[in-house]
Nanobody, 123 residues
Framework: QVQLVESGGGLVQAGGSLRLSCAAS????????MAWFRQAPGKERNFVAA????????HYADSVKGRFTISRDNAKNTVFLQMNSLKPEDTAVYYC????????????????WGQGTQVTVSS
């Protein structure tokens, strides 16, 4: 399994930007599909974005398309989520996840999870 640690969350005004990072350790990072999920208070955890092991394929939730960009640096064992044009409804705890396989967007498909980082967008 791979160990994941998120960072970069915080408080930002609507329209602003944040960049989340997820540092991985353990088994070979470059073999894993990586993803971001988020969970707002009182709601289920939902898919945000995923990226293939090579970075050649990405997949986004409709709610973040055109505003968020997922990327990875396999040399640094890190995956990123650049979040622009943030909205109050983006407020959530953001989780990094990893799976050994093709790009997916269901929680059950991911076996490794980080502890999460809080993102709060004020109106």
């Amino acid at each position: 399994q791979v160990q994941l640690v998120e960072s970069g969350g915080g408080l930002v005004q609507a329209g602003g930007s944040l960049r989340l990072s997820c540092a991985a350790s353990g088994r070979t990072f470059s073999s894993y599909t990586m993803a971001w999920f988020r969970q707002a208070p009182g709601k289920e955890r939902n898919f945000v974005a995923a990226i293939s092991w090579s970075g050649g394929r990405t997949h986004y939730a409709d709610s973040v398309k055109g505003r968020f960009t997922i990327s990875r640096d396999n040399a640094k064992n890190t995956v990123f989520l650049q979040m622009n044009s943030l909205k109050p409804e983006d407020t959530a705890v953001y989780y990094c996840a990893a799976r050994f396989g093709v790009v997916a967007d269901q929680q059950r498909d991911f076996g490794s999870w980080g502890q999460g980082t809080q993102v709060t967008v004020s109106s």
